[in-house]
């Protein structure tokens, strides 16, 4: 044992000082193999991210579409009213929601004011709710799933509760301070958004109304010009905040003045004419049956499958065109290794001649040929591994194909998900975040091991074979 | 001394390249004992290097018989051989084909590692070896910067690190001047003497095999003449007009290319021509 280890060692040491001896080569040689040990390493974690967030998009939305449905399905007497974005200026009164709420069969009107705040980089939806017990308890004005702190109560004024993606970037916690519109409200809790959208899509801007209290799935509403930009979305802070209708109504001088109203019928068979009745009372005002609603659901749904199919077509490009990469990358780098150690050899017959004539045995010379092919592979690999790991996400986006305009988009307007520097980036992620997996960085290491293997094997029994007078004759 | 170490007898080397036959070596027969120091000469082509690659065992007669040690090496295959270089061969080369990427040590503790399995024994040898050459304080310098003679006293250093019996030495002087080449020559002497290892050595130059105990007359892959010590062949030596091989006065015709020659002019003549040749001689020294 304690020959194979000495005799290693001198093995060892002579590969490196020949590695070491012919600098430039071996630079050139192993920044080569480096750059096809990162393609291994980054095409492969490229192409898994992206069917990793594809996968959770698809969860995220098969899971929202699910709560949707049964949301819709749970207020099958809801009808919901609001006016859009683009009727601003026109709200409704205290007059209208009494007029609404006393109309036939008409159980319940529950009037809220939504207002869009934005400020630089800041745009938040604000949700002024009436904060009434009766209202808190049984029509669920308020948002569940609180994380910290507590809910508004009856009767709160100048406090706010706000979700928490909005807590974490303005750094804001319980009995911090909240701007809107020029006016300081301190944050008495912090709930978490509980839906996949609700994180991204402020009320009115998404297929689904966004963030909304259960009992409501809320109605299509386009944004007013201008407030929203596919370009600058990325970098705007978002949120929803949660006020006292009447602090909300104060805020923007509406005082009395409502945008949304949820009516509950008595009855669901009585749904349809109330909101046809509601519909010829107030024409600009959009009435919304969970018919509507489901219609919605529908196309939205529809959308989202095809989105989902298209990006699974284009994963599918994307890995034959990775693997084609990969494998000439496999090849490429066989090769350099190949004819760098083939020119060695032959460079070095003499040497060659030199050993076999002082007693090296055909499998010695073998042994030190092989030695310094996996030594080059070796350094090499260790830098392809480093190159991989930290350019991933730029090799990535320059080597997978590009995503078509029609997969970039995903449902809803600005689209659901994004397809940035070759992966699909949900619209909060960042393209550093493909990351090689742990195992594929060893399978890469592997593979640039077994490449210099495979790429000295032939000129190492190459130099094995030569004969030793031959070798010593060679000039 | 009177132990047989080396006996050739009747070896042949053929070698073919395409329709080209070349005969190297044409039943050679020789007998060395241990001990001695033996030069072997010729004109270029005759075998030399041939016979000592066939001695070195680095190839194989096509006929004949080579007995090492009284082991017929002949015939044995390349692993065979190969123990054989190991255990029982040291070379020295012109150009000293030393690894220039090792140091003077390193290189000399190269062959130990096929031999001797502790790094420290091979150091401590290596050293010892390098001292003995005088070298003890170049060790560490890689052949680059070492002069022509040191790195030919660091090859023979490395050609006796696994204590051969044989030395090999295909024309060691033959990169080195003067005085360099009598350093060498002192050094092998001393080594011969000393140590008691046979020495078989090829050279072109007749001065080097002054400090030999037998010289070897090779010519078209045949041994033309043996000679003991003192034959000094200085003074006698001529050269073949044609060929540039050396020639003896009492030869009538070159031993290389054959031509026949006119008779010496005199005793003291160094100066051959063909014969019906009008051009001029062209002596060596």
């Known amino acids: 044992m304690a020959r194979i280890g000495d005799d290693g060692m001198s093995v060892l040491k002579r590969s490196l000082r020949n590695v070491a001896r012919k600098k430039s080569r071996m630079v050139l040689v192993m920044v080569a193999i480096a750059l096809a040990m990162a393609i291994m390493i980054s095409v492969p974690s490229g192409i898994m991210s992206n069917e990793a967030q594809v996968q959770r998009l698809n969860d995220s939305y098969t899971s929202m579409m699910a709560q949707t449905q049964a949301e819709i399905n749970q207020t099958a007497n809801l009808i919901e009213c609001s006016y859009s974005f683009f009727n601003d200026g026109l709200y409704l009164n205290d007059s209208d929601v009494s007029a609404i709420r006393s109309m036939a069969n008409v159980s319940e009107a529950v009037p809220r004011l939504t207002q869009m705040w934005t400020d630089s980089n800041k745009s938040y939806s604000i949700n002024g709710v009436p904060l009434t017990t009766s209202f808190i308890d049984s029509y669920g004005v308020l948002p569940t799933n609180m994380t910290k702190g507590r809910n508004l109560v009856a009767g709160d004024l100048g406090v706010a509760v706000i979700d928490s993606n909005l807590a974490d970037k303005l750094g804001i916690d319980i009995d911090g301070i909240i701007d809107l519109n020029g006016t300081s409200f301190k944050v008495v809790g912090i709930y978490s958004p509980g839906s996949f959208q609700s994180q991204r899509i402020p009320t009115g801007f998404g297929g689904f109304g966004g963030d909304r209290p259960p009992g409501g799935t809320g109605g299509y509403q386009r944004p007013p010009d201008g407030q929203f930009q596919p370009g600058n979305w990325r970098n705007t802070t978002r949120g929803t905040v949660y006020i006292n209708l009447f602090n909300l109504q104060t805020l923007y001088g509406l005082e009395g003045k409502v945008n949304q109203l949820d009516v509950y019928a008595n009855d669901v068979s009585l749904v349809d004419s109330i909101a046809n009745d509601i519909q010829a009372n107030y024409t600009s005002l959009s009435v919304s049956t969970p018919k509507d609603r489901l219609e919605r659901l529908q196309t939205v749904t529809q959308m989202f499958q095809a989105t989902i199919a298209n990006s699974k077509n284009t994963l599918a490009n994307m890995e034959s065109v990775g693997f084609q990469e990969i494998a000439v990358a496999l090849i490429a780098t066989c090769t350099i290794v190949l004819l760098t150690m083939v020119y060695a050899v032959r460079e070095r017959t003499k040497e060659v001649g030199v050993l076999k004539a002082i007693g090296f045995s055909s499998r010695d010379v073998m042994k030190q040929f092989l030695a310094e092919g996996l030594i080059i592979c070796v350094i090499a690999g260790v830098v392809g591994i480093i190159i991989g790991n930290i350019a991933a996400p730029f090799l990535t986006s320059v080597l997978l194909p590009p995503q078509s305009q029609q997969d970039q988009a995903g449902p809803g307007r600005g689209g659901a998900f994004i397809y940035r520097g070759g992966a699909f980036m949900d619209q909060g992620q960042d393209a550093s975040a493909v990351s090689p997996d742990p195992m594929l960085t060893l399978a890469a290491f592997g593979v640039a091991v077994a490449l210099g293997a495979a790429g000295s094997l032939y000129p190492a029994w190459k130099a094995s074979r030569i004969s030793p007078m031959e070798a010593l004759r060679y000039e | ?285």
């Open chain 2, 1 to 285: 001394m009177n132990e047989t170490i080396l006996k050739a007898e009747n070896l042949s080397k053929r070698f073919e390249s395409g329709r080209h036959k070349v005969r190297a070596l044409r039943g050679v027969n020789m007998e060395v004992k241990r001990g001695e120091f033996i030069s072997i000469r010729g004109p270029s082509g005759s075998g030399k290097t041939t016979l000592l690659t066939m001695i070195g065992c680095l190839d194989t007669p096509t006929e004949g018989k080579l007995l090492l040690d009284g082991e017929d090496v002949s015939s044995l295959p390349e692993s065979g051989l190969c123990d054989i270089r190991r255990r029982k061969i040291g070379f020295v080369f012109q150009t000293f084909n030393l690894l220039p990427y090792l140091s003077a040590l390193e290189n000399v503790e190269l062959p130990m590692e096929t031999m001797e399995p502790s790094p420290e024994k091979r150091r401590k040898k290596a050293m010892e070896l390098l001292g003995s050459v005088g070298l003890r304080k170049r060790m560490s310098h890689r052949p680059n910067k070492l002069s022509a003679g040191e790195q030919q006293r660091v090859a023979i250093a490395r050609a006796l690190a696994n204590d051969p019996s044989i030395i090999l030495a295909d024309e060691p002087t033959g990169n080195l001047d003067t005085r360099t080449k009598q350093g060498i020559m002192g050094l092998l002497s001393r080594l011969n003497a000393e140590r008691g290892t046979t020495i078989i050595m090829v050279t072109h130059d007749p001065a080097v095999c002054n400090s030999t105990d037998r010289m070897l007359w090779l010519s078209d892959g045949r041994i033309l003449k043996k000679e003991r010590k003192g034959f000094n062949l200085i003074r006698k030596k001529l050269m073949c007009p044609r060929c540039h091989c050396d020639i003896r006065p009492e030869f009538d015709e070159c031993p290389g290319c054959k031509a026949r020659l006119e008779p010496a002019g005199g005793p003291d003549s160094q100066s051959r021509k063909i014969e019906g040749s009008a051009g001029k001689s062209d002596p060596r020294r």
